[in-house]
């Protein structure tokens, strides 16, 4: 799945480049978030920040919860087949 940018160069999508509308759990307003693709059945890796009140958050969410469906959830579902790392990254903390 690639696209062309205006010079005519191919353009790759990764799992860090999903975005969704989400509802801060704060103050109700509505931000875009990043979301990457996790697991079967699928899930959402939601990181943010809210620009209104301050609130970063990271949590896993349900597709389902966030409304994702049709084509969001075919384009998250390819990136789990393109990026199977993204499904369990290492989650070990280096120093």
Not at 19 to 44: F, N, V, Y
């Amino acid at each position: 799945m690639s696209n062309r940018n205006q010079s005519g160069s191919p353009v790759r999508l990764k799992p860090s480049d999903l975005r969704i509308r989400h509802q801060c759990t704060k103050c109700d307003r509505w931000h875009t978030a990043h979301a990457i693709p996790w697991g079967e059945p699928l899930a959402l890796l939601v990181t943010g920040y809210c620009p209104h009140c301050g609130a970063s958050y990271l949590s896993l969410r349900q597709a389902s919860e966030e409304g994702i469906g049709g084509a969001a959830s075919d384009l998250a579902r390819h990136f789990l087949q393109i990026a199977p790392g993204a499904e369990q990254p290492d989650m070990t903390t280096r120093h």
